[in-house]
């Protein structure tokens, strides 16, 4: 088939290349001249495992352009997967979707299917639908055809997704996307728009929940005397909880869970409901991050003014470079404010961020550091070398906000260990 792709970032590079993959022609559409500038050079402007590989490997079934129009013109099915960030009230900014589908509108193949991959509020779709009829457009179908994937696994999970979720209004169209998904084995859950567009809020909502039920469970370990290692071992062993999703850490973060629970609360509000539920997942995730500075400023006797705390992570979580919405930067953010000098090292972030001084090891962050703060579960940091960073720190002191470490080990080097409800 032909298709479109609006959008190369994370979801919209990833489903065009794993869809040329799959033999079909895609053309793309992106603004950023230095993402198309390394699309045609070969280079994935994003880091994914095995991305670079399938985008040079699809490369004779994929055509790259900042051109929009271009993009659209010939094709059956076009994606829309462009940034849909929290507005100033919390509900989702459509003004990108919505520009991108006012542009395209004219040069929309006739009985083509316009399918939203961005995660966009209940309704979008019916109203987007509408838009294009009040333009003429009667012959184009608006579908909902959320993504699923997460950072650092996007094309292990386009190639093995866990379901393919259709929201349309015809059968016609549904069956199109069917049939563009058909080299995938996974269950197809087939519904209305307004339904596959709640699966994505309430899938995100789920599993924010489930991280920040862990968290708070730590905190109740913690107060008690309780390790909550043992506690989620115990608790998974039950099938009908299962051991997944629920580590403790420094509150969730990332470019979706933050912006997509508070989409839904509004959502959910705008229609009559109040999601207490959600807002008690959200206070309890931003305490999370004050709470890890606590035990800092607890650590190191009190205050942090003047303090210097070397940063281990950057990134929201291992296994990606990107840090939109880590909760590292916001416990880097909240260390600063409170008077400490602030030193990072991440494997994937080699540059300073948010005005965080990165520098360009472990090493290099224990120095001269009161304490030291584990932020992102990079494997190197479980393998921390406790001996080697206890040397050149001016403490001894050990913040482990993703459990990642062996507290006896850190201890028989000297140093004191603080973990998360352990
Ligand atoms: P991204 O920022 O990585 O990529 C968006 C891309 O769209 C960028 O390359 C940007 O330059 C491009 N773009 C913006 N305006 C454009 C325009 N007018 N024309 C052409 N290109 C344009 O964003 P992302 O992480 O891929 O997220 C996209 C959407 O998918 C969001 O709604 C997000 O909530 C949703 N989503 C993201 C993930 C994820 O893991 N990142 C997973 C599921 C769903
Ligand atoms: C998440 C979902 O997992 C994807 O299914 C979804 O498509 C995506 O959001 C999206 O809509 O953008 P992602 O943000 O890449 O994917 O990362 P996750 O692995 O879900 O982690 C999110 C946050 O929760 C991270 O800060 C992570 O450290 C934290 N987390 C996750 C925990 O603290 N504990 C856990 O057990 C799991």
């Given amino acids: 088939m032909r298709v479109a792709v609006i959008g190369a970032g994370y979801v919209g590079l990833v489903q065009a290349v794993g869809l040329a993959s799959l033999g079909h022609y895609v053309a793309v559409g992106e603004r950023n001249p230095e993402r198309v500038g390394a699309l045609l050079a070969g280079k994935a402007p994003v880091a994914e495992p095995g991305l670079e590989e399938l985008l040079v490997a699809a490369h004779d079934r994929l055509a790259i352009s900042d051109d929009n129009h271009a993009a659209v013109r010939d094709a059956e099915v076009v994606f829309i997967a462009v940034p849909t960030p929290e507005g100033p009230d919390g509900s989702a900014d459509l003004s990108i979707v919505d520009a991108v589908v006012d542009e395209v509108t004219p040069s929309l193949r006739p009985a083509s299917v316009l399918a939203l991959k961005s995660t966009v509020p209940i309704g979008t779709i019916d109203r987007l639908s509408n838009r294009l009829i009040a333009r003429g457009r009667h012959d184009v179908h608006v579908v909902s055809n959320p993504e699923f994937l997460a950072e650092g696994s996007a094309v292990a999970d386009f190639a093995n997704p866990d379901r393919i979720v259709i929201g349309a209004r015809s059968e016609e169209a549904a069956q199109v996307l069917i049939d563009l998904y058909s080299g995938l084995k996974a269950p197809m859950v087939v519904t209305d728009p307004v339904s596959a567009e709640m699966i994505k ?112 992570g950057l990134a929201y979580k291992a296994g990606t470079a990107d840090v939109r919405g880590s909760p590292a930067l916001e416990l880097a953010r909240l260390l600063s404010s ?29 120095r001269n550091a009161d304490a030291l703060l584990i932020a992102t579960e990079w494997e190197q940091f479980a393998a921390l070398d406790v001996e080697a960073v206890g040397a050149v720190m001016r403490g001894d002191a050990i913040v482990d906000s ?21």
Wanted: glycine fraction near 12%.
């Fill in 402 to 422: 993703r459990n990642v470490l062996e507290p006896k080990a850190v201890r028989a080097a000297g140093l004191r260990y603080t973990g998360i409800g352990r």
């Fill in 201 to 312: 809020y309430a899938s995100n909502a789920y599993l924010a929940t489930r991280v920040t039920f862990g968290n708070a469970i730590a905190n109740v370990c913690e107060a008690v005397g309780a390790d909550v290692s043992d506690v989620l071992l115990g608790m998974g062993h039950d099938s009908r909880i299962g051991h997944h999703f629920m580590k403790p850490g420094p509150g969730f973060g990332g470019s979706c869970f933050p912006k997509d629970t508070k989409a839904l609360v509004r959502i959910a509000e705008a229609a009559g409901y109040r999601f207490s539920l959600l807002e008690g997942v959200i206070a309890v995730n931003e305490a999370q991050h004050q709470r890890v500075v606590e035990k800092v400023r607890d650590a190191v006797g009190g205050t942090l003014t003047g303090c210097t705390v070397g940063l281990l």
């Fill in 338 to 366: 409170s008077g400490a000098t602030v030193r990072a090292f991440d494997p994937e972030v080699r540059s300073d961020v948010d005005g965080i001084e990165v520098v360009d090891s472990i090493v290099e962050a224990a």
